[in-house]
């Protein structure tokens, strides 16, 4: 059975088809390498009772083969816990919400459900996916599956690791500022992004709600852009849902891959100091090149500042976003003398010390005085960042950059100087402020230490048919 690690989606559909294979089988497998290693990697929160899994498994496979709805029916998907799934515990990773289950399914979840997808349980993440460690966790640190001394990225810790480790085939997360594709890069898995507006962020726990993404984490952009075609679309749930159709598998098999140009940003990459980094994505250009695509230089004048308007923006939002977990409603409740106090008490034995920090930053930048100098400007900066990659477009299809300009840091390493594990982000953030779609792509070889390679693809906004047509075209050339 091991052979289904390297199999996609697509194929797996196929042999359930056939009955060469049965969901059973497929969940026997995850189960049983969840068994051997969850307890060392901490990816899940909560994870449903073997029995419960088993037995929907069973039951999906006395309807065969009606239950085949399409190519993700049956197939055993993991979910971020800051996405509500009804009746199970919503936690975000904090003890604020200790005891609290979700009353609803998120949008996302629920066209998982009509597909009868096989959902196993709740993965880990930084505290209301403020982190970029996995680290920043109530229920303790994820540890990265490749070397368990390592963090294994952040936000979407969890998901990263259990597709990584193959306790299910893809996992749900969200991508406020590289949140899943940075996890993905350092696990050597895939993480995408849509545009904004494309995926319904109805029942997502908002972080920031202007950058905030459902995003997908697989073994292969052919097995996110499966995914991606189920869950996509307009809702009328999502005030920030845009108005189209869902996307179609069959839009990027249109595109003429020899008719696009690549655009990158030299003067970006080459400040990357990590040495194979930097070789590594100047080897990815270098394929697309030998492959017959135009190449260009471009500039993104403002890329650069991209990182620090991100942290403005987002504490921000932040700041608002978390002001309703008050102790009275839902969630842990301190005990406290009056009402003013149970405010201070629940807040500051619930949330972890990312969380208040952020959520002080975030204040700060609002208040008077500092409103006009922090985040106005940085909303200006943000304007111009966004005409940076418009312009941009006009002359070009994609951006190539890194994912991140540094390996994953020893575990605990970067705990006493947050700024540094911000910077991680340093190149990610630009697709959550413009927009647009992006995916990180590993290569299949590491570094000298063993670390996972990749690089970042970026397309325009609504261009998810271009941006993996350019994902799949690369994985074909590199298994060929």
């Known amino acids: 059975m091991d052979e289904l690690f390297d199999i996609d989606i697509l194929e797996i559909h196929k042999r359930l088809k056939n009955k060469e294979l049965s969901v059973k089988d497929l969940t026997l497998f995850v189960l049983e390498n969840i068994k051997r290693r969850e307890e060392e990697l901490n990816a899940f929160i909560t994870l449903r009772d073997e029995d419960d899994i088993l037995k929907d498994a069973e039951g999906l496979d006395a309807r065969y083969p009606d239950y085949l709805r399409s190519p993700i029916s049956g197939i055993p998907v993991a979910i971020k816990d800051n996405i509500s799934v009804k009746d199970m515990p919503l ?31 709740k993965t880990n993440l930084d505290e209301f996916a403020m982190g970029s460690t996995g680290e920043y966790s109530y229920f303790g640190a994820t540890k990265n599956p490749l070397h368990l001394e390592y963090v294994p990225g952040g936000s979407s810790s969890g998901s990263a690791a259990a597709v990584k480790a193959g306790f299910a085939f893809y996992a749900l997360g969200s991508d406020t500022g590289g949140s899943v594709r940075l996890p993905a890069f350092y696990t050597e898995v895939v993480g995408f992004k849509p545009t904004y507006g494309r995926i319904s962020r109805y029942g997502l726990v908002a972080f920031a709600s ?131 106090s149970t405010y201070f008490k629940t807040r500051g034995e619930g949330f972890g010390d990312e ?34 990659t418009d312009s941009v477009f006009r002359r070009v299809d994609g951006i190539i950059l890194p994912v991140s300009p540094s390996f994953p840091p020893r575990l605990g390493e970067g705990i006493k100087d947050p700024i540094s594990l911000y ?37 325009q906004a609504f261009r998810e048919d271009k941006l993996f047509a350019l994902s799949k075209f690369f994985e074909n050339s590199l298994d060929g």
């Open 355 to 388: 969380v208040k920090r952020r959520i002080l930053l975030g204040t700060f930048a609002l208040s008077t005085g500092y409103y006009d100098e922090y985040y106005q400007k940085a909303q200006k900066v943000r304007r111009l960042i966004k005409e940076d």
């Open 91 to 121: 936690t975000c990773a904090s003890r604020i919400l200790l005891g609290y289950k979700a009353p609803y399914d998120a949008t996302c979840v629920k066209k998982l459900k009509e597909n009868n997808a096989l959902l196993l349980g």
């Open 423 to 459: 910077l991680l982000d340093t190149f990610t953030t630009l697709a959550n402020l413009s927009g647009i779609p992006a995916i990180s792509i590993p290569l299949k070889k590491r570094s000298k230490e063993g670390f996972a390679l990749g690089f970042q693809l970026m397309t």
């Open 210 to 340: 202007s950058l905030d993404q459902v995003g997908i984490i697989a073994r292969s952009a052919k097995d996110a852009e499966v995914v991606f075609a189920h869950i996509s679309g307009f809702d009328e749930h999502d005030s920030t849902s845009y108005p189209m159709p869902p996307y179609r598998v069959e839009e990027s098999e249109k595109v003429n891959i020899k008719e696009l140009t690549i655009g990158v940003p030299y003067s970006l990459i080459e400040k990357v100091k990590e040495e194979e980094i930097k070789n590594a994505v100047l080897e990815v250009i270098e394929r697309f090149k030998n492959a017959g695509l135009t190449v260009l230089d471009i500039d993104l004048p403002h890329a650069e500042y991209a990182v620090y308007v991100y942290q403005v923006v987002a504490t921000s939002e932040a700041s608002s976003n978390l002001s309703r977990y008050d102790g009275v409603r839902y969630g842990l409740r301190a005990k406290a003398e009056d009402l003013m």
